[in-house]
């Protein structure tokens, strides 16, 4: 029997494994539409062929920070995901620089952590590359990622949906315009 000592260093240690190296890539639930699989899959495909690869050593870095300074977005990511495969979420998954884009059937997008979750109707390089925006103000600000930008960038799409006037200048507000400065959308 596993003392509680054991079982946190375990967490612990799974939590890291899994910021490092990432969740397992499972797109199961696209299996029971053949063509919207396709279709997805081509769209990843373009979508990831016109964002530029980054370099070794970037990548690296990301990686290192994903695994320590950003560690805090990586239990919601994970959870998200999780519950996302249970439930026939996932669409579709493809790997970009040190990324993950998942194809989702939610109603939005996000950025968590090696993550990006991309609605299928959103599913474009504009919105890969706003989502990367956010991911690397992950970078920036690490550990308070989810307090500054994630909770303005939910509370402000919350608004958004009951006032269209809120809406409309959605992204020309702080945290979404960086992340499109960031991203390198134009």
Not at 175 to 180: F, S, W
Request: net charge negative; hydrophobic share 45%; aromatic share 8%.
């Amino acid at each position: 029997m596993q003392t509680a000592m054991q079982a946190a260093r375990n967490v612990v240690l799974l939590v890291l494994m899994i910021a490092f190296v990432g969740l397992p890539a499972v797109s199961g639930s696209a299996k029971t539409d053949p063509e919207l699989s396709h279709q997805v899959s081509e769209r990843l495909d373009a979508i990831v062929a016109g964002i530029p690869t980054i370099s070794p050593e970037t990548h690296i870095r990301h990686s290192l920070a994903h695994a320590t300074f950003c560690l805090p977005q990586n239990i919601p990511k994970i959870l998200y995901y999780a519950l996302l495969q249970a439930t026939g979420g996932v669409l579709g998954v493809r790997e970009m620089n040190e990324m993950t884009i998942v194809v989702t059937r939610t109603p939005a997008g996000a950025s968590l952590g090696r993550y990006v979750f991309v609605s299928v109707p959103l599913l474009s390089e504009r919105t890969v590359r706003h989502e990367y925006g956010h991911a690397i103000q992950g970078y920036l600000h690490g550990p308070f990622y989810l307090l500054f930008e994630g909770l303005t960038s939910f509370v402000q799409a919350a608004v958004s949906i009951v006032s269209p006037s809120f809406a409309q200048a959605y992204f020309a507000r702080w945290p979404e315009n960086e992340a499109d400065r960031l991203g390198g959308v134009e």
